[in-house]
């Protein structure tokens, strides 16, 4: 159930941003920002939609706010992938949006996606509600800004150039910026959009961002090039510090285990409403992409 | 009394960017906050601050829309300056953020500060009506993403590379979405946050906006490097077609002149209480910096 409503979601962003960017043009970055933000697992649109769902939010309205935390993550991967960053000329298994175009256009596409999410977010379409349309734009910012996404990327930079490798405490800090700040914003949005208590789906978020987190980890130790369209033994090659390098591989595999655990068991509360939402938790950990 | 105003907007721009910062920390994507934010002659959050008055919001309210336009600025300068786009070393006669620090802490830090300025639009105390704050975020996001402030920028880039230079036309596009945009949006600012009608500021922006940029292309040509805090003759070294290049060092002063008659003359429904936007305007192109 879990896989079609993922690929149901996934055409369904595609679709909706294709859609939403019609009046742009064509100029270069415009193009970037299309491709960019064409591809993916959507994961993120995916838990917005089903925490929607699970508000009784319709599906046509969830769509705004899906389609915008796509633009911020492709926004974020494209400036990861910068030469300057993480320097990468895959992504999805095509070249990155430097490597098509040239790293101007790469900068200006990441900040001109950057810009659409919050857009989205505060068009009137996302909620008939002001107050929540604004309060989409504010947890949104402070997830994607310096307390969030961006610091969990600077402190990845820094531990590169570090003299010592992260502990085990400043990886998680890390993380919770870096990927997790935003899938909990993802999976609370749609108690946002309904206005309801948030405490069951923010529990839930935290627990599977960290897993997602772990999981990666364990992925570029274990996983197959080709199957994730990117290259892997990248860490251990960096000498970076991982959940995996910290806690070895099989501790690593049994903590996400736990947090996958963590992250069903906080939706009890939905009971079998949420089912959805627990088989993507144990997708993230068994997924091999 | 121009004059005053600004350097009290300013002073208190900063202050106020400083106080909002400082739960974020000193990791070096956040001091680069504070230094890309420090400075500037503050002219979009001097226009929000005078439209504001014209329309009875406080200035304890209105420092959180000019705070916010200058972050936006600010991330717009930060990303502008990089190796891959103009490649400057200097700003303000300081260093850039990529140089005081790195490519990678300069990319972070424009993105950071986009985010911030999501952030200060969206908190409460921007404005007490929910529907102004979602206002404010789609009419700026509208502004600096790829319909404006970016779209600009990437057809200024790809001026660079054309085979031709670009024709009055194409230079006055290209100039409202890179300056005129956001110039726009600080004028008209004040007049949303009352929920008041907005034409004659928007004209007024508009044409203060576009006076601007003509003024910054003749100091380019007239101006001093030092005053400037920045070099000067880069247009004409590059081939780069300018409002100057195009009609004229005379003429292009005349247009600019006549632009800041309309903008004067669209704020004659305000009467002697706009006569400090007027001064704004008449500054714009007597600056030497």
Chains 1, 2 share one sequence.
Not at 22 to 28: D, L, R
Not at 45 to 56: C, K, P, Q, S, Y
Not at 129 to 138: E, M, N, S
């Amino acid at each position: 159930m879990f896989q079609e409503r993922l690929a149901g979601v996934a055409a369904r962003v595609a679709m909706h941003l294709r859609e939403v960017m019609v009046p742009f043009g064509s100029e270069p970055v415009i193009e970037g920002m299309r491709y960019a933000s064409a591809g993916g697992k959507r994961l993120r649109a995916f838990l917005v939609m089903e925490g929607a769902r699970l508000h009784g939010v319709s599906d046509d309205q969830a769509i705004w706010a899906a389609s915008a935390v796509e633009c911020l993550h492709a926004y974020s991967l494209v400036h990861d992938d910068l030469p300057c960053m993480d320097d990468d000329d895959l992504r999805r298994g095509q070249p990155t949006v430097h490597k098509k175009w040239d790293e101007a256009t790469a900068v200006l596409v990441g900040d001109a996606l950057q810009s659409l999410c919050f857009e989205l977010l505060a068009r009137e379409e996302c909620s008939p509600d002001p107050q929540v349309r604004a309060d989409l734009v504010l947890s949104m910012a402070r997830a994607a800004g310096a307390q969030g996404m961006v610091l969990g990327q600077a402190l990845d930079i820094a531990a590169e150039n570090a003299a010592r490798p992260l502990t085990l405490d400043e990886i998680t800090r890390l993380q919770a910026g870096k990927t997790g700040a935003l899938i909990t914003w993802s999976a609370t949005c749609g108690a946002r959009l309904a206005g309801a208590d948030m405490t069951a789906l923010r529990a839930y978020g935290d627990a599977l961002g960290l897993a997602f987190q772990i999981a990666d980890d364990v992925l570029d130790v274990e996983g197959d090039a080709e199957a994730l369209g990117k290259a892997v033994g990248k860490d251990e090659e960096a000498g970076k510090a991982t959940f995996v390098s910290l806690l070895g591989l099989g501790a690593a595999k049994t903590r996400a285990q736990e947090l996958v655990d963590t992250a069903c068991g906080a939706l009890s509360g939905y009971g079998a409403e949420a089912e959805c939402l627990r088989e993507a938790a144990r997708f993230v950990i068994a997924r091999k992409m």
